[in-house]
């Protein structure tokens, strides 16, 4: 009977309640007397349940840092507990306890280490809890800006609270400057999902996601709703500064990668790193594309969140670059393939300033991937080129840079094809990529920075425009550092795996590639090629009669003995500017540039899955950037002097017979 009496009741009150437990009996009626000052009286200890009534939680909570913020609705009383529970599990739940409560609304403040992102909003009375809602909390400086017609995103731009005027912002399509106040206003579409800053020089962001900095906000979904997006900077002295060009790390938990990744690269790195910052100088990081392998994201559970973790432990900020690898396998669509990249490292294409030098990141991958699906890799196919949104952005944003200003553009494909050893300009990889280098006209001094290919080639123009395609990581995908291989670590055109290493002082850039493992003056290596001779009996001895075949098509030329007292030196950081001399007995010798392939590569890589039988997928390549003399006899000692665009020399004393093996220099 007294169960009836009690749903009898509920069913009366349904107007002022949304949740009533079948434990407690009934003892205070919906309306309640109010104080002469509009609050609740405090709750007794008979209250002990949920009354909540025309609570209203938004889409998106838009609040001041540690302030006191409003929870509208009817039926708080004063201790109730709010929780905030995360959707993105990447941050604690936080609760607090309800500090005001009025008729249709209730007040709570902020603890000091809330932060941003998606919550699940809770409230508790004893044992009695009731969902509120889901919000998206964004801390904003000022709640006073006023909407403007036509705009669908605005903020301010701050420096410790003060606006920060002229700095570039954008969201990917329109692009527009802060007021002298420092505030912003967008007509974002918000395709996208994100605004972001292009930070100024001598600035730095003062949220970071461990070492990215986080100089994008995501939007809400609704064109409808009015986002506000601030950004904090923090003055820094970045005039003087190293930039890393990170190209194809290709990190999938395979070949022992995470291992060689951090014991090798990341310890050689932050040695760089330690050793800038002891001039005074800062330090930053640009990945040219291709953290990952999208071909094991799902089978290794290796994927753009395990790479976040792993580039955590370079000392240095890190702005990325996306690359074809890094695109969801299950998606037939470039669009939707890189939503896992923006989900997790924001924009694919965006610009910045470090100093007096602007750069600019672009996505030149148009991913195809025919017949990806959920759960079914495609065939991962793509087109070398800018689609039409970018170059319509890149326009914008060149439109506020001073053409004096150096420029800096990392995207990962290759620009152009490789170069001949004879010097001709080559025509490009990129299917537009005369329309991007047109966009630079007038522009002083442009380097494309790209990846991609894994081997060391340079390109120039102009005087005004040079491409640098920048060996890998990785080198040959890991595999000659992997456990039981060669023990040494080669790309396949014979470079070190290794980095780029740029050195701005304010206008002035200088370049070099960094050999990880190495001092930085190792810059090339010789071969006597009359101890160069690949064979089976002694590098590949295991191989089966069947793959036989595979030791003479794969060693190339260095399958034949080579008596004719030729030395061969690979120059990875070859440009037109530098000079490669050799003199035996204080004879200079005629210095010839050719294109060959680099036996050391062939021994480390292509001979040892040759001796697994395996078909090697990852061939030798033939470059360009490798240079020839004839000594006079097999035993004379050369003297080597390879000089870069700078003047900076490097020598080698080479005594012959010069030994050919896994370790050699």
């Not at 009366?12 to 309640?32: M, P, T, V």
């Amino acid at each position: 009977m007294l169960l009836k009496e009690t749903i009898h009741l509920f069913q009366q009150r349904s107007a002022c309640y949304l949740f009533l437990s079948l434990l407690f009996f009934i003892f205070s009626a919906c309306g309640k007397e109010l104080s002469s000052a509009g609050e609740l009286p405090p709750p007794t200890a008979e209250s002990n349940k949920l009354d909540l009534g025309d609570v209203r939680i938004p889409l998106v909570w838009d609040v001041v840092k540690e302030s006191t913020t409003q929870i509208l609705g009817r039926g708080f009383q004063i201790n109730d507990e709010i929780t905030f529970a995360p959707l993105d599990g990447l941050t604690k739940s936080f609760s607090m306890r309800i500090s005001e409560a009025q008729e249709t609304q209730a007040l709570l403040k902020l603890p000091a280490d809330f932060v941003e992102g998606r919550y699940t909003i809770t409230a508790s009375r004893g044992n009695a809890q009731q969902t509120l809602g889901t919000s998206s909390f964004n801390f904003v400086l000022r709640a006073d800006i006023p909407d403007m017609d036509g705009k669908t995103v605005k903020g301010i731009i701050h420096v410790a609270g003060k606006g920060l005027g002229n700095v570039v912002v954008s969201d990917g399509y329109d692009v527009t400057r802060t007021n002298e106040e420092g505030v912003y206003y967008l007509s974002s579409n918000k395709r996208t999902g994100y605004v972001f800053v292009s930070i100024p020089g001598n600035y730095e962001m003062v949220s970071t996601n461990q070492n990215l900095p986080l100089f994008y906000r995501y939007l809400n979904a609704n064109p409808a709703v009015i986002d506000t997006r601030d950004f904090e900077l923090k003055p820094v002295n970045n005039e003087n500064h190293v930039m890393l060009g990170l190209a194809d790390m290709h990190l999938a938990n395979r070949n022992d990668d995470l291992a060689q990744f951090q014991n090798g690269f990341i310890a050689d790195a932050n040695q760089q790193i330690a050793n800038v910052q002891s001039e005074g100088k800062k330090v930053y990081a640009l990945t040219l594309g291709d953290l990952t392998w999208e071909t094991y994201w799902y089978s290794n559970s290796f994927m753009l969140p395990e790479y976040v973790k792993e580039i955590a432990t370079l000392n240095a900020p890190v702005f990325n670059t996306i690359g074809n690898h890094d695109n969801d396998p299950y998606f037939a669509s470039d669009w939707l393939s890189e939503n896992a990249y923006r989900r997790i490292l924001g924009p694919t294409y965006y610009s910045f300033n470090i100093g007096q030098v602007h750069y600019i990141v672009l996505d030149n991958i148009e991913y195809i991937n025919s017949g990806g699906a959920n759960g079914s890799i495609g065939s991962r196919n793509y087109n070398a080129k800018l689609v039409e949104q970018q170059i319509d952005w890149l326009k914008k944003d060149l439109a506020t840079v001073d053409p004096a200003t150096p420029i800096i553009l990392a995207t990962h494909i290759q620009l152009h094809n490789a170069p001949a050893s004879n010097g001709s300009l080559p025509g490009f990889r990129m299917s537009n990529g005369q329309q991007l280098v047109d966009l630079f006209a007038g522009f002083s001094q442009v380097h494309v920075l790209t990846g991609h290919t894994h081997i060391n080639n340079n390109v120039v123009r102009d005087n005004s425009f040079m491409e640098h395609n920048t060996a890998a990581i990785c080198a040959t995908w890991w595999w000659t550092g992997r456990n039981g291989y060669a023990n040494n670590h080669i790309a396949p055109d014979g470079s070190p795996g290794g980095y780029a290493v740029w050195d701005a002082t304010g206008k002035v850039l200088k370049w070099r590639y960094k050999a990880i493992g190495y001092e930085d003056n190792y810059q090339f290596r010789s071969y006597d090629l009359n101890t160069v001779h690949i064979t089976s009996a002694k590098y590949a001895p295991d191989v089966n009669v069947e793959n036989q075949r595979l030791v003479t098509q794969y060693a190339f030329d260095f399958a034949q003995e080579n008596k004719a007292n030729e030395v061969l030196i690979n120059v990875w950081g070859y440009d037109p500017k530098w000079t490669i001399a050799v003199t035996e007995q204080g004879v200079s010798l005629p210095v010839q540039r050719v294109s060959s392939y680099d036996p050391l590569h062939i021994i480390s890589y292509a001979m040892k899955r040759i001796n697994v039988n395996a078909v090697p997928t990852f061939d030798s390549s033939n470059t360009s950037h490798m240079f020839k003399v004839k000594a006079s006899s097999a035993s004379s000692t050369l003297q080597i002097r390879v000089t870069d665009r700078f003047g900076n020399s490097y020598t080698e004393q080479m005594e012959r017979p010069k030994a050919f093996h896994y370790a050699m220099r």
